[in-house]
């Protein structure tokens, strides 16, 4: 049915309508890579706030918005060492900087080179070994090996699994799996691609203005070698990811429909039976190749078929010849290594089977329900549906989650400093952070986004020392607590009106409340916990807010869990204040390394919210109201899935029971919260003195 040229184009546009449907098109591809550029200059903002000389950046299918649902495409971060400085010719050399000479000789593989390690103090090679994560060589150069980041990584990333230079963790608990890379930077072009800059092809793509673009961009170079060669241990891969994403970014909505199907087949077809020979990057570089060496209006929707066959046949070529030619390096061959005697013949009978069904085997693909969507659109049936709306939120609430682990690592970064040093340090950071007027395009919004939640914790800790020494809140304190009040939808203004509450203005403490629960829609609003990683699927209401993506949403749709600092304790309840001090000195080891917070009193919003308010309603004599309180905390906890501080959560139900005079429900809940968390809890703080 597919072989009738007229036919073949209607295909191609009901084909292009089901990838639109799943969110290949224009709208949700700008959409991921806003997101995955906003998080990337939000990381970057935060290191550099917390003195850490890194770059980070988001590459692969997930910010090029060259993925589907289905696809379960991985994130890939690159965290680069900015205080590196990687030269490939002497006049580039920095005072005061770890500088390292590219070598690329002929004892080098293609796509590769070699790292010699310089002088701080003058533009001079060392002679001498420093470590054992060098070498020296037969004419005297002391080169790094790549065993170096390794090493280090391996500490950072002890729950990921090295995979290449990546190191991977596991998308558990509803997040996407992410590989990270340590990578160094390198300013100037690669001169292996140096050619790339001159040659045009038939489609006279990349366009001159695109190379000039490219080649200011540098390159980085990754901590690994050449499969099979004699120096794989001294060899880092030279990356051109930059350049790639600029690629990617620049190909038409048609182009990245087939760039999409092609690895739907591979998801199909190969993967299952030929797991790690063809990749999706092979597949990426193959197109490159094709749109490069076509005329640029054969990629149009009507042609998508066409557009698609043109490239499993080259790809067909490339594993006949078991040769992939990096499409900016040509000298490194993809495949090396990749494609072995005994399956090559297999892979090839499938790629061949593939072309000739003409479009048919697009029907088997089960991912994102393919087949099933074109033979309804084909057959004029009533669609499945639209995918864009989950995208947009799967989008959102990461940006969100990102934010909470910013916020998380400022205040670690000062967690056992006394008033005077948080304060100081706090200033700081917010200096640092509110630079938004000197910021354009998305590092002005990652500015935006993260500077008022500097506000609310210096608010916080002013108001504390204030509390100490006045019972009071100060005007300065209030000032800033003002800027931070709409971080979210309630942590700040909890954060307001818990410190209310700890001065005895119980007044104005309930009706901060009032206003919070009055906008705390719980058929919209998704808790943010950094603490602890689960999502669960977004909220009824959630999804038509959400496909209206735009990073401001955050205000009103997310509540964070809410943090104290020990300096802050004069703003937290007695009955929270426990949880700073939830660890004894036999529960210290069985802390993890992203444990950071329990030096912290850290719980959810909206357990906190109906907390205060029991206490509140009980100082002002309001019967029903405190049992309303009362029930909504219990039925929250055994309701709500996303709670990352349950234990937490029960503690202060217990210690509720205990003013209720109901002792026995106090201990059950302190019991159920030791079952949630043996180890650095309160609870049993709170056993002790139930019995003694």
Not at 38 to 60: A, H
Not at 280 to 293: D, P, Q, R, W
């Amino acid at each position: 049915m597919f072989q009738a040229p007229e036919y073949t184009r209607t295909v191609s546009m009901r084909l292009s309508e089901v990838l639109a449907d799943i969110g290949v098109d224009e709208r949700i591809v700008l959409k991921r890579r806003r997101a995955y550029l906003l998080r990337e200059s939000m990381l970057t903002k935060s290191d550099q706030v917390l003195d850490e000389n890194i770059s980070n950046y988001y590459f692969g299918s997930q910010s090029e918005g060259s993925t589907t649902l289905g696809l379960h495409s991985d994130e890939d971060l690159v965290i680069c060492f900015d205080q590196i400085n990687l030269i490939q010719d002497w006049a580039d050399w920095e005072p005061g900087k770890m500088n390292s000479l590219m070598i690329l000789d002929e004892t080098v593989s293609h796509g590769y080179c070699m790292l010699q390690h310089l002088r701080y103090d003058a533009p001079l090679p060392y002679n001498d070994v420093p470590s054992e994560h060098f070498y020296k060589d037969r004419i005297g150069r002391i080169l790094e090996k790549n065993t170096i980041i390794s090493t280090a990584a391996a500490e950072v990333f002890e729950d990921g699994e090295k995979h290449g230079p990546a190191y991977t963790r596991d998308g558990v608990n509803g997040f996407i799996e992410t590989d990270y890379v340590v990578a160094y930077p390198c300013k100037s072009w690669p001169l292996q691609a140096r050619q790339w800059l001159d040659q045009q092809g038939v489609g006279q793509w990349p366009s001159d203005d695109m190379k000039r673009y490219c080649s200011n961009t540098g390159c980085f170079v990754v901590a690994v070698g050449s499969k099979g060669s004699e120096n794989e241990e001294l060899e880092w891969r030279i990356s051109t990811s930059l350049t790639e994403r600029c690629l990617m970014f620049n190909l038409s909505i048609t182009q990245i429909r087939c760039y999409v199907l092609m690895k739907m087949i591979l998801k199909e077809f190969i993967k299952p039976n030929f797991e790690n020979t063809i990749s999706s990057y092979m597949c990426k570089t193959v197109l490159f190749h094709c749109i490069a060496n076509t005329n640029s209006n054969i990629w149009r929707d009507e042609n998508l078929l066409v557009c698609l066959s043109f490239c499993l046949f080259v790809l067909y070529t490339r594993v006949l010849n078991e040769n992939c030619p990096h499409f900016i390096i040509p000298g490194n061959n993809l495949m090396r290594g990749h494609i072995s005697h005994e399956c090559k013949p297999y892979i090839l009978e499938l790629l061949q089977y593939i072309i000739n069904s003409e479009g048919r085997v697009l029907l088997e693909i089960k991912c994102d329900d393919l087949g099933e969507r074109i033979q309804m659109k084909l057959n004029n049936n009533p669609c499945l549906f639209k995918t864009s709306d989950i995208i947009s939120g799967k989008l959102l609430k990461p940006t969100a989650q990102v934010i909470a682990d910013i916020i998380l690592a400022g205040l670690n970064f000062i967690r056992n400093s006394n008033y005077e040093e948080a304060i100081q340090t706090i200033l700081y950071l917010f200096e640092l952070v509110s630079i938004s007027k000197k910021c354009q395009g998305l590092d002005k919004t990652a500015c935006r986004l993260l500077a008022p939640w500097f506000c609310t914790t210096l608010g916080s800790i002013l108001a504390s020392l204030n509390i100490c020494w006045y019972n009071n809140i100060g005007a300065e304190a209030l000032t800033w607590i003002s800027l931070g009040l709409d971080t979210d939808v309630a942590s700040s203004k909890l954060k307001l009106a818990s410190m209310l509450y700890c001065i005895g203005d119980i007044q104005r403490a309930e009706i901060v409340l009032r206003y919070i629960e009055g906008n705390y829609d719980l058929n919209i609003v998704e808790p943010i916990c950094s603490c602890h990683y689960h999502i669960q699927p977004l909220r009824r209401g959630v999804n038509a807010i959400f496909d209206n993506y735009n990073e401001e949403d955050i205000y009103h749709t997310t509540a964070f869990c809410v943090r104290f600092l020990p300096c802050e304790i004069n703003c937290v309840p007695h009955e929270l204040r426990h949880e700073m001090f939830r660890s004894t000195e036999e529960d210290l080891p069985f802390r993890g390394q992203d444990d950071v917070w329990m030096d912290l009193a850290v719980i959810d919003s909206l357990p906190y919210l109906y907390f205060l308010q029991y206490k509140t309603y009980s100082n002002l004599g309001r019967h029903e109201d405190k049992q309303r309180a009362l029930s909504n905390l219990a039925r929250t906890i055994d309701q709500e899935p996303e709670i990352g501080h349950r234990e937490t959560a029960l503690n202060l139900l217990g210690q509720c029971m205990e003013q209720e005079g109901r002792a026995v429900d106090a201990l059950r809940y302190y019991l159920l919260s030791l079952n949630l968390r043996g180890r650095n809890n309160a609870a049993k703080l709170h056993v002790c003195r139930l019995f003694f």
